[in-house]
């Protein structure tokens, strides 16, 4: 084989001269709109998840919940996890993280229910309340996401479907049981 290569290549004594090379082989710029067109595309292929990462800021379920029993929401139509809620270890109550923005430990009261804001959330340890509504200053009524956790927690969450509504239009919540029947009358704090 190497004679086949010294025929169609002569040997030659003198140094091998790289920037003669170079020079003969040319430069290829990258053109503006090429390198403009690779930033974006990488910037949107990593912006989603970047984001994802830097808006978590910390904020999850309390290192007091009972991670081996938690319970889930799921935005109905993303499929995400909007809220999260655990026993609280130790004591007679619950823990809970809603969207990534508010976490806590709440103890067990026996009448009653709490609302949160923003994001619109709140929770009752009355068993009856099967649905709710937050009614805005403007007549805007917003119908709530309820679910009643059994077992070690055996409460009732509720939290906005939807987009947020501005908190200081919040008016008021009721809730309501099985039957249509109005459980309870939240007005705004």
């Known amino acids: 084989m190497n004679e086949i290569l010294d025929e169609l290549v002569p ?3 003198e140094p091998g ?21 690779v930033v974006a595309l990488a910037a949107v292929a990593v912006a989603p998840t970047l984001a994802g990462l830097l808006r978590h800021d ?15 929401v799921l935005a109905p139509l993303s499929r995400k996890v909007i809220l999260e809620a655990a026993p609280w270890k130790g004591h007679d109550g619950f823990c809970y993280e809603v969207m990534h923005l508010r976490a806590g430990c709440v103890p067990r009261k026996t009448f009653g229910a709490v609302i949160t804001k923003p994001p619109l959330f709140g929770w009752t340890f009355d068993d009856r309340v099967r649905s709710g509504v937050a009614t805005m200053s403007g007549g805007r009524r917003v119908p709530l996401t309820v679910k009643h956790f059994g077992g070690r927690m055996d409460v009732t969450l ?8 501005i908190p200081h239009l919040l008016k008021g919540v009721v809730l309501r049981d099985a039957n249509g029947k109005v459980v309870l009358r939240l007005r705004r704090p």
């Open 11 to 13: 040997p030659f004594g």
């Open 17 to 37: 001269d790289w920037d003669d090379v170079l020079r003969r082989a040319g430069r290829r710029r990258v053109r503006p709109i090429v390198l403009a067109a």
């Open 58 to 72: 910390g904020v999850g379920l309390p290192a007091e919940a009972d991670r081996s029993n938690v319970a889930v």
């Open 158 to 165: 509720f939290l906005v479907r939807g987009r947020v509504p």
